[in-house]
C-alpha cells in the first residue's frame, strides 16, 4: 500500500519514484481535486513529504529533496532539482537545469533562466511594500537569466534581474540589477569585477 497521496488529473511520465508521505495535486484554495491538470515528466525522483499542488507541468528528470512545497501553476523545465525545505510559491517559471539548493524560497512570479543556480537560504522576495494597498496587483518576482549563479544565504529584492553568466557572492542583499557577466557581492551589494575574471569561469 503506498504511503502517498496522489489526486486526480495527475500525469505521471515513466519511472517516476514518489517517497513515503508525499502529496501530488494537491488543490489550491477554491480549486476542486482534479480541477486543474498536474503534469510530471519521466524519471522523476519526489522526495519524502513533498507537496506538489495541482496545476504544475514538469519536464522530465525533475528531482526534490525532503519536504519540499511547490504551490499551484508553475512551468518547471527538464532536469530541474529543488533542495530540502525549500519553497516554490505559484505562477513560477523554472527553465532547463536550473538548480536551487536547501531551504531556498521563490516566491511568485518570479523567473530563473536555462542551468541558474540558487544557494542554501537564498531569499526572493516580490513584495516592495508588504501589506500596502494594490500590493498583490505590484508582486515583482525576481529575474535570473542564463546560468545566474547566486550564493548562499543572499536576499533579492523585488522585481531585481541578474544578469546571463553573473554570480552573486554569499551574504548579498541585491537592491540593484546585475548585468550579465559580472561578479557582485555585500550589502548593498556592488559589482567588483568580470566573471571572466576568474580563471575557473573562463571559456
Known sequence: MPNYVIYDNVILGKNVIIGDFCVIGEPPAGKKSGELKTVIGDNAVIRSHTVIYAGN????????????????????????SIGTLSCVEHDVIINEGARIHSQAFVPEFSELGKNSWIGPNVVITNARYPR??????????????????????????????????SLVGAGSVVTK???????????????????????????
Request: cysteine-free; aromatic content about 2%.
Open 132 to 165: 500596502s494597498k494594490n500590493v498583490k496587483r505590484n508582486l515583482a518576482g525576481a529575474v535570473l537569466e542564463e546560468n545566474a549563479k547566486i550564493g548562499a544565504n543572499t536576499t533579492l529584492l523585488p522585481g531585481i534581474r541578474i544578469g546571463k553568466n
Open 177 to 203: 540589477d546585475i548585468p550579465p557577466g559580472k561578479i557582485a557581492a555585500g550589502n548593498p551589494s556592488r559589482i567588483l569585477k568580470n566573471i571572466d575574471e576568474i580563471e575557473e569561469y573562463r571559456g
Open 57 to 80: 507541468t514538469i519536464g522530465d528528470g525533475f528531482s526534490t529533496g525532503h519536504h519540499v512545497v511547490i504551490r499551484e501553476n508553475n512551468t518547471i523545465g527538464d532536469n530541474v
